[in-house]
């Protein structure tokens, strides 16, 4: 990929069905850079949206030559959405922004104002969840306790993916390709020198969220599979426990039938442990088959996002005879496309 490093700021902004929100984000995000003065590129991935998002971006792209347009084969997620967006991006200093001007983006000065103090990671930190129900809040602050101590990493709670990124940290988080992406994490894994900015957060200006209840559990075990093998060790645990208590059983039932000659009545009793035992193996099983089922996709070794077209007026002005690039999200594999 060419390296641009002309570019000072790098927006990446990944969409997916966002087109009530998408020309205000736009126009509020435009505001804010003109007033910092560098040269910066806005990266729109579109992550396989089924609504107008594509055509409203064509459009602002066709008058704004700042706008680049990553649009993706169908909806891969934001965190691969976002792998997308980084590996594009040519500015110095990268800012992942979410397009329901929930992040706002007039944080993005306070961002700039502490990486040019020197820092290479500047996380923007919510105060508030505005928007967010009672459940989410509770579940989000649980979510985060158990990742922090199962991973013995410091996994900022109530941050997003809102943050600004140097180029050497976001060089960094390219070489990294595993499959299953859980970008906070990545974030906080390859060190570097951090910091937080608080801010506000708004609620959704339009639309809904992409998350239900199911692909939110689906993140956390995500997260938590990631970045630890604690949820092993505990099965394993159980385990230990489950067959001492059996053990304590055995030897109290033994002597039961010694001292009082009869056989126990324990009908009842035995469909309880036995149902018991069977919970704490399926369970066991089950964690265990959460880390195979992580295993089997990592050795696939597929491409995290397919590229359908790219809209960079830049690019296509420099390329010779018409060619685009189309990206396959391997590194090694980019390919040149009549
Ligand atoms: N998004 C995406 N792909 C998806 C889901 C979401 O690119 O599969 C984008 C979405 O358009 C928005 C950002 O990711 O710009 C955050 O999504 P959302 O608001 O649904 O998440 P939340 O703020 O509720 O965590
Ligand atoms: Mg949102």
């Known amino acids: 990929m060419c390296e641009k490093n002309d570019i000072e700021l790098s927006i990446i902004v990944p969409v997916y069905n966002e ?33 107008t998002t594509l055509e409203i971006l064509i459009n602002l792209y066709v008058f704004d030559k700042h706008i680049k347009i990553i649009n993706l084969s169908r909806n891969f997620g934001k965190e691969k959405a976002l792998t997308a967006g980084i590996d594009y991006s040519s500015g110095q200093g990268i800012i992942p922004i979410d397009a329901d001007l929930q992040d706002p983006p007039e944080v993005i000065i306070e961002l700039v104002k502490k990486w040019e103090e020197g820092y290479d990671i500047v996380n923007a930190k919510r105060i508030t969840r505005k928007g967010d129900s ?97 949820p092993l060790r505990i099965s394993s645990l159980i385990g230990v426990i489950v067959s001492l208590i059996s053990f304590g059983f055995g030897i109290y039932f033994v002597f039961c039938i010694l001292i009082s000659g009869n056989q126990m009545p324990g009908y009842s009793t035995l469909i309880i442990i036995i149902s018991f035992l069977c919970g704490v193996l399926l369970m066991t099983n089950g964690i265990m088959g959460e880390y195979i089922g992580r295993i089997y996709n990592e050795t696939k070794h597929r491409d995290l996002y397919i590229v359908r077209d790219i809209f960079d007026a830049e690019a296509d002005a420099d390329a010779e005879n018409d060619t685009t690039k189309v990206y396959s999200g391997n590194l090694n594999n980019t390919v040149l496309r009549k």
């Open 19 to 51: 087109s009530e929100t998408i020309t205000l984000f736009h126009e509020r995000l435009i505001t804010v850079l003109e007033q910092l003065s560098k040269s910066f590129e806005i990266i729109y991935i579109n992550d396989g949206s089924s609504d």
């Open 134 to 230: 009672f459940i989410k809040k509770i579940t989000a602050r649980l979510f985060y306790k158990v990742i922090r101590s199962f991973s013995k990493m410091d996994i900022p709670d109530n941050t997003g993916d809102f943050r600004l990124i140097d180029r050497k940290a976001a060089e960094a988080l390219k070489r990294l390709r595993e499959y299953h992406r859980f970008m906070k994490g990545l974030f906080s894994w390859i060190g570097f020198k951090q910091t937080t900015v608080l801010y506000e957060r708004a609620p959704r200006y339009a639309g809904k969220t992409k998350w239900n209840y199911l692909s939110l559990l689906n993140f956390a075990i995500d997260g938590i599979t990631s970045f630890s093998h604690v």
